[in-house]
Nanobody
Framework: QVQLVESGGGSVEAGGSMRLSCQAS????????MGWYRQAPQKQRELVAV???????NYGGFVQGRFTISRADAKYTVNLQMNNLQPDDTAVYYC?????????WGPGTQVTVSS
C-alpha cells in the first residue's frame, strides 16, 4: 500500500504563484511515476504534470510553461511550482503515484484562483 500526503493548497489572486508538495510512503517500487492531476467541478480529472524516477516529465496541454514539476531532496517527494495562476486553474489537485499495475491517489487539495 502507498500513502500520499499533500500540502500547499490554498487561495491566490490571478497572476499569483503557489507551490504544491506531495510525499509518498509505503511499498514504493524503484521505478514509478509521481505527479498531479486536477479536477474542477463538473469537469473530468486532467493531467497537470507527472515525473518519473528517470525524470521524464509530461505536462498537461494547458500548462504552457507556467508550471514546473521536480523531485525534492527528500525521498519520494515531488514539488509543483505553479506561476501565473488564472481563475481557470481553480480545482482540486490530486497527487498520484503510479507503479506497475497500480495507481494511488492523495485526498486532494483545493487550489482557488480569484479574479
Amino acid at each position: 500500500q502507498v500513502q500520499l500526503v499533500e500540502s500547499g493548497g490554498g487561495s491566490v489572486e490571478a497572476g499569483g504563484s503557489m507551490r504544491l508538495s506531495c510525499q509518498a510512503s509505503g511499498d514504493i517500487y524503484s521505478i514509478h511515476v509521481m505527479g498531479w492531476y486536477r479536477q474542477a467541478p463538473q469537469k473530468q480529472r486532467e493531467l497537470v504534470a507527472v515525473i518519473s524516477t528517470a525524470e521524464h516529465i509530461n505536462y498537461g496541454g494547458f500548462v504552457q510553461g507556467r508550471f514546473t514539476i521536480s523531485r525534492a531532496d527528500a525521498k519520494y517527494t515531488v514539488n509543483l511550482q505553479m506561476n501565473n495562476l488564472q481563475p481557470d486553474d481553480t480545482a482540486v489537485y490530486y497527487c498520484t503515484l503510479i507503479q506497475k499495475r497500480n495507481n494511488f491517489w492523495g485526498p486532494g487539495t483545493q487550489v482557488t484562483v480569484s479574479s
